[in-house]
C-alpha cells in the first residue's frame, strides 16, 4: 500500500533555530514528490515539486530534498511568519494523477 | 497566476439538506479538478477526481450518489452534498490541474477550502 508518512508531527523552534523536516515514502512508483504549506482554515499553498533522487529545490529559507526513500525540508533560521503546517505528498506512476499526503508536520516558531 | 477559489468559504446547514460548493479555477483552464477531504488534524483525503465533460472517478469508500461532482466547463467543478449529516461536515478542499503544455504542468494548485457544518 502507498504510504506518506511525516515526522515529527509537530515541532517548536526559536526564531533562528533551525531545523529539518522528514518525509518518508512507501510507494509503487514515484513520479512527484510535492511539498506545501498550509495555514489554519486555508488550502495548501504550493512550494516545491520534486522529481528524482538528487534533486533540490529552494526557496526563501526553505529547501527540500528527495532521495529514493525520503525527503528533507530543511528551515534555515526560521521567522514567526514560517508557523504552519507542512504537508507533504507524492504522486504515483502517472503524470496528472491525484496526490497522496501525509499527516503534516506543524512547525510553530516563536520570537 | 495559478489562483484556485471556492465558494461559499463556510456553510452551515440543517441535517437532510443539500449544500453545492463551487470550485473555479481563474486565471487557467484546469480539465482536471481534484475534491478533498480534511477533518480536524488530518491530512488530506482525495474524494474523487473530476475531468471536465466526462464523469467524476470517485476513490473507494466514497458514495457517488451522496456526493455529486460535475465539471461542466474547463475553470468550474462543482461538489454537491446531498442530504448532508452531521458526520459530513468537513474541510472540503479543491485543486486544479495545470494543463498539458503548461511549464507548470502536473502541478496542483488548491483552492482555499470551504468548512461545511451540518447541524
Known amino acids: 500500500e502507498d504510504q506518506v508518512t511525516q515526522s515529527p508531527e509537530a515541532l517548536r523552534l526559536q526564531e533562528g533555530e533551525s531545523s529539518s523536516l522528514n518525509c518518508s515514502y512507501t510507494?509503487?512508483?514515484?513520479?512527484?514528490l510535492f511539498w506545501y504549506r498550509q495555514d489554519p482554515g486555508k488550502g495548501p499553498e504550493f512550494l516545491f515539486t520534486?522529481?528524482?533522487a538528487g534533486e533540490e529545490k529552494e526557496k526563501e529559507r526553505l529547501k527540500a530534498t528527495l532521495t529514493k526513500k525520503e525527503s528533507f525540508l530543511h528551515i534555515t533560521a526560521p521567522k514567526p511568519e514560517d508557523s504552519a503546517t507542512y504537508l507533504c505528498?507524492?504522486?504515483?506512476?502517472?503524470?496528472?494523477?491525484?496526490?497522496?499526503f501525509g499527516k503534516g508536520t506543524t512547525l510553530s516558531v516563536s520570537s | 497566476g495559478a489562483v484556485v477559489s471556492q465558494h461559499p468559504s463556510r456553510v452551515i446547514c440543517k441535517s437532510g439538506t443539500s449544500v453545492k460548493i463551487e470550485c473555479r479555477s481563474l486565471?487557467?483552464?484546469?480539465?482536471?479538478m481534484f475534491w478533498y477531504r480534511q477533518f480536524p488534524k488530518q491530512s488530506l483525503m482525495l474524494m474523487a477526481t473530476?475531468?471536465?465533460?466526462?464523469?467524476?472517478?470517485?476513490e473507494q469508500g466514497v458514495e457517488k450518489d451522496k456526493f455529486l461532482i460535475n465539471h461542466a466547463s474547463l475553470t468550474l467543478s462543482t461538489l454537491t452534498v446531498t442530504s448532508a449529516h452531521p458526520e459530513d461536515s468537513s474541510f472540503y478542499i479543491c485543486?486544479?490541474?495545470?494543463?498539458?503544455?503548461?511549464?507548470?504542468?502536473?502541478?496542483?494548485?488548491f483552492g482555499p477550502g470551504t468548512r461545511l457544518t451540518v447541524l
Open positions: 510507494v509503487s512508483g514515484l513520479r512527484g
Open positions: 520534486l522529481y528524482s
Open positions: 486565471d487557467f483552464q484546469a480539465t482536471t
Open positions: 473530476s475531468n471536465e465533460g466526462s464523469k467524476a472517478t470517485y
Open positions: 505528498a507524492v504522486q504515483i506512476n502517472q503524470a496528472g494523477t491525484a496526490l497522496i
Open positions: 485543486s486544479a490541474r495545470m494543463p498539458s503544455g503548461s511549464s507548470a504542468y502536473n502541478e496542483q494548485f
